[in-house]
């Protein structure tokens, strides 16, 4: 099949698992436990960052991370036992679920509150200053690669609402107060399409 582009929709279908890290000179190896079907070559968003298999085994994929990828994002935090959002590359004729998500991080937020219930969870999120003028309320946005949309945005801050099924089937349910999160701006606000 044609690929679409290296694109995404922000639905993930899949967790992996850190189950090893490595360094590689500069950059760092990541192996990640999963049951979803790559193979040598192809594209995968995780934590909402494109990245490239490099390797397949029985139960595992490899991917590596140059060091622009490890300091932009939160992929150079991870440790052993991480729990990551994975998605496939977009194929032709696929259909669009979310939103288009290119899985190129624009910048890291911070978790700066938590509230809701059992069933439901409104995170609050501080967005680095050069993405704001992107953050509006009702936009899309990609955090940590799951397509959600904005809630509420205020100042140097916006939330987003989860649902049950997105905090059982993302790691974004196990997020905690002063996590690092990936943001990716919607693309068609970047460029004043909204």
Do not use: W
Not at 35 to 41: H, T
Not at 60 to 76: A, C, H, I, Q, Y
Not at 144 to 151: A, D, K, M, P, Q
Not at 155 to 169: C, D
């Amino acid at each position: 099949m044609i690929e679409f582009l290296r694109m995404f929709t922000g639905i993930i279908r899949k967790i992996g698992i850190v189950s090893k890290v490595k360094k590689s000179g500069q950059n760092r190896i990541l192996k990640i436990k999963s049951d979803i079907k790559y193979k040598a070559g192809d594209s995968i968003s995780i934590n909402g960052v494109c990245a490239t298999v490099f390797k397949k085994s029985i139960e595992s994929f490899f991917v590596e991370l140059m060091p622009e990828t490890l300091k932009r994002t939160n992929l150079g935090a991870l440790k052993t036992g991480n729990k990551l959002n994975l998605e496939q590359s977009l194929k032709f004729g696929d259909k669009i679920d979310g939103h288009f998500v290119l899985g190129h991080i624009d910048g890291t937020g911070i978790v700066k509150s938590i509230s809701g219930a059992k069933n439901h969870k409104v995170i609050k999120i501080r967005a680095p200053r050069p993405l704001r003028k992107f953050i509006v309320f009702k936009g899309s946005i990609s955090i940590n690669g799951v397509s959600l949309t904005i809630s509420k945005a205020r100042g140097t801050t916006f939330e987003v609402s989860l649902i049950p099924y997105t905090l059982k089937n993302t790691n974004l349910g196990d997020l905690k107060i002063n996590d690092k999160v990936n943001i990716e701006i919607d693309t068609l606000a970047r460029y004043g399409k909204i």
